[in-house]
């Protein structure tokens, strides 16, 4: 419990207490609210995770502005969870969980073209009756578990992700296995080009390479890209719905020379040292991922990855939603997504970034990030920490990190029809050092979730 004020207005006393609550949802991902409260209700709520929303209507964004970011592109996603946190402040005490549930699931359907990933109504609702009863020091209701109501993710053989209608508790064993080696029919026509960083670009250049990019093939001013990234220094990034305060320890990050930059995905926190980290990007056109759920989509933009590092001895295996791991569910590396609605007769763009670990300081990592012990409670073989949750290529391979990437990039060369070499224009390198500094450079963007 923190109290935050008391005010005496009349000889009435009000107190305002905080709390924070977390549930992470099995096969899925975290979503935590902070709550102000007093004793009527909720006077203020925040909404932030790991989650992913992948926006299906969007705004066009191809008019070749740059900034077009700040009225448009982000204008679906934040409405939904400013609708969400509305939604939250809105329940009184004691909570009748029936209308905050059609509540939260209202303001959900009021966003069709923005879907909600890995996280459900009723894991928003667990997470605020966790942090209501943070605020007042109390238990939660000894109800409310992430095995109980707040799990509507049914994960199937199949590795596909469905709600179930009644949002009850239903998942499916899912055992992670290697993707098939032969890359399907959506690669055949792509003609990709594959590109590699000429030189190491600093933190917030490398977020506005993947947004000028993205646009550019949206555009149709771009073939669809694979680009591997060269990081200039070290770096938190964190997703594009997450806490900065919640998973980054600002002071001690700066202490030790890390840049905490926001992207423009969902998805987790990356700790990022240049020589211990590998980054690509795949920016294909929309219809590459056209009739798939959020599942095969992952799925299908990392197939070729899949295929070359099973042709480097390296045996990993895609795990819903979105992560690259080893067949014992140790993770290599995640993945996040973000789309780029095309205008009449252009493609459109699904970027699809991934960061995988070649090693890992856990020492220097549990420092700087602020590691949930809600998600560890669902990793696999209930690991204690994230240092053994994470299974790093250095574990699974002699091969050294230039090796890997020389050689996941000579792969697709050789695997993927049409595939070439080439390099990025000057005009989108100029696009993206503007884009670094106006936007990604910003502590008001870094910092838009505090």
Known sequence: MRQTEERDDDMITTRTLTGRGECKTPSGKLVAISVRCDDDGIVEARLDGDFLIDDRGGHDCNDGRT????????????????????AITRQHMPIDTARFRSDVRQAIDAHPDSELIGTTADAIITATSRAIAD?????ADPRDTADGPAISLAVNNAGTATANSAGAATVTANTPHPAPDALSDRWRDLALYVV???QPYSPPMQMALDQVIAQAVAAGDQPPTLRFWNWGGPAVVIGAYQSVNGEVNEAEAAHEGFTVVRRI????AMFVRPDDTITYSLYVPESFTHGLDAVESYRICDEWAFSALHALGIPAV????ND??????????????????????TPGCILHHVTMAYRIDGEAMSRILRISKEKLKYKVKAVASANKRVQPLATQTDLTRDQ???GMADHALAT??????DSIPESMLMQARSLAQTRFSDPDWTHRIP
């Open 324 to 345: 690259i791991a080893t067949p014992s569910g140790g993770k290599i590396g995640g993945a996040a997504q973000r789309r780029f609605r095309g205008t009449s007769g």
């Open 67 to 86: 900034d077009c970011h700040t009225d448009d592109h982000d204008d679906d996603d934040m409405a939904l969870i400013a609708d969400l946190e509305r």
């Open 196 to 198: 590699q960083d000429p």
């Open 265 to 268: 995905t969902g998805g987790g």
């Open 135 to 139: 605020a007042r020091n109390t238990d």
């Open 318 to 321: 895609h795990q819903p939603i």
């Open 416 to 421: 993927i029809p049409g595939a070439q070499s």
């Open 404 to 406: 890997i990437i020389h």
